[in-house]
């Protein structure tokens, strides 16, 4: 008898440690997830937005950002798009895993909200689910062509993209699509993982058919994208990653610059990029992109958690390395959703 009473009072006792482990180990994760630097503490200018005010005049380019490196070029006549990542799987799909697919009444919204009426290309920086889960749904509803990777292809062919819309690119082959001239150059991934590993790298063999985990989404080859008009020029860095000399031909006026999990890796190495895809190019105007959390829902800019990536310390390593290689060129964030004017027109009568 007694050696039972004993029994359930030890059992009792034990239970009450287990759950008030488990209660402060979820408490400090939900901490940790929630403590976040602000945006606000960057003091970077936006660049000058279109407004309902603005004179548009023929060769005007806009880039308008959505979150991660999604974003929209457009001069009035033609429209490229860069990734395609609407849907925004949740911290929930990802952790567990959960199979995931295109969320068509988001997509449509979207393309109509924002105009993209006039799609001609549509572009991922390479194949992993922040940047071309929604590429095949795009293309659906257009008649844009989806360029990339052998893998990228295979994410397009398991949405049903219609084969003549598939191109699967060579590097350094230039795509011309009304003024614009795309070129994309064999690039890396940013090597964030365990041992600077590339997260989910390898490819995609057979058409990926969703809902999918988004693990099913692999890297498939990483590439610097060359947007060139008679405007101006603009490189887009989709990930924080570099083959050195790379870009050693390539001159630009801008730099969409993707800096997700830079800060983590390192200064040395952030250090390098910045002269790789930066001092390079020779570029004057740098906007830093993918600083944002891809678990929010899309139209929601939020910082990624301190312990992950520190946009704050990144930033403030970005203007020391402007003000250390290239003390010409300005930095700027981009702002969601509002067309940002690149390469203003002088009008005609000014
Ligand atoms: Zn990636």
Redesign the pocket.
């Known amino acids: 008898m007694i050696a039972k009473d004993l029994f359930v009072r030890w059992s009792k006792r034990a239970a009450l440690v287990i759950g008030a482990v488990l209660v402060c180990s979820v408490a400090l994760i939900a901490g940790l997830w929630n403590d976040r630097p602000d945006l606000g503490d960057i003091k970077w200018p936006t660049h000058d937005l279109l407004n309902a005010s603005t004179e548009v005049v023929d060769g005007t380019v806009t880039v308008t950002w959505f979150g991660v490196t999604t974003m929209l070029f457009d001069d009035g006549e033609t429209q490229i798009l860069i990734d395609g990542f609407i849907s925004r799987p949740t911290i929930a799909d990802i952790l567990l895993g959960r199979p995931v697919e295109s969320d068509a009444a988001k997509i449509n919204y979207v393309m109509n909200e924002f105009r993209m009426r006039q799609l001609a290309a549509i572009i991922p920086a390479?194949s992993?689910f922040?940047?071309a889960m929604d590429v095949g749904a795009i293309a659906n509803r257009s008649y844009a062509s989806i360029l990339g990777s052998a893998t990228t292809a295979q994410i397009a062919r398991g949405a049903g993209v219609p084969e003549d819309q598939v191109i699967v690119v060579s590097s350094n082959t230039e795509y011309t699509f009304g003024n614009f001239t795309v070129t994309l150059v064999n690039s890396a991934?940013a090597p964030f993982a365990w041992r600077g590993e590339v997260p989910l790298a390898g490819t995609i063999e057979e058409p990926l058919r969703t809902p999918a985990p988004v693990t099913s989404w692999r890297?498939g080859g990483s590439y610097s994208i060359v947007v060139a008009h008679p405007s101006g020029t603009t490189l887009v860095q989709g990930?924080a990653g570099f083959i050195e000399g790379a870009l050693r031909d390539v001159q630009v006026d801008v730099v969409m610059l993707g800096i997700g999990q830079l800060e983590s890796i390192g200064r040395d190495y952030a250090e390098q990029y910045w002269q790789e895809i930066v001092t390079t190019t020779g570029a004057k105007r740098v906007f830093a992109i993918h600083f944002d959390d891809f678990t929010q829902p899309f139209g929601t800019i939020e910082l990624m958690p301190r312990i992950l990536d520190n946009f704050v310390t990144m930033a403030s390593w970005l203007e020391a390395f402007r003000d250390t290689w290239d003390t010409d060129t300005r930095l700027f964030l981009p702002v969601f959703g509002q067309p940002i004017i690149l390469y203003p027109q002088e009008s005609p009568g000014a």
Do not use: K, L, Q, V
Request: proline share 0%.
């Open positions: 390479h992993h922040d940047h991934h890297e990930s």
